[in-house]
């Protein structure tokens, strides 16, 4: 396999100052990218987190009717049951 690799060291710097200004130009596009796209997932993450607090007070307030019209029908039904009893 040694036969392959050349013991020679290669250089990591590029010389071309073309290559390096276009390195330069696509890492701040891409540090760009990240930064917008970190702001937007936290912009709909705060949306989210209102929508659902604003359905859970609003589920709360559903379950407090719901609540309140089952005591009104036992109560209702208690009357029937009691004038049905009182007629006979």
């Known amino acids: 396999m040694n036969q392959y690799i050349d013991n020679?060291?290669?250089k990591n710097q590029?010389?071309?100052p073309d290559v390096t200004k276009e390195y330069?130009?696509?890492k701040k596009?891409?540090?760009s990218a990240v930064y917008s796209l970190k702001k937007r997932v936290e912009?709909?993450?705060a949306i989210h987190n209102k929508e659902h607090k604003s359905i859970m007070f609003e589920n709360e307030k559903l379950i407090a009717a719901i609540v309140d019209m089952r005591k009104k029908v036992r109560e209702i039904a208690a009357k029937v049951k009691s004038n049905k009893s009182n007629n006979k």
Do not use: G, P, R, S
């Open 8 to 10: 020679t060291k290669v």
């Open 14 to 16: 590029v010389n071309d």
């Open 24 to 26: 330069e130009n696509q």
């Open 29 to 31: 596009y891409l540090e």
């Open 43 to 45: 912009q709909e993450a």
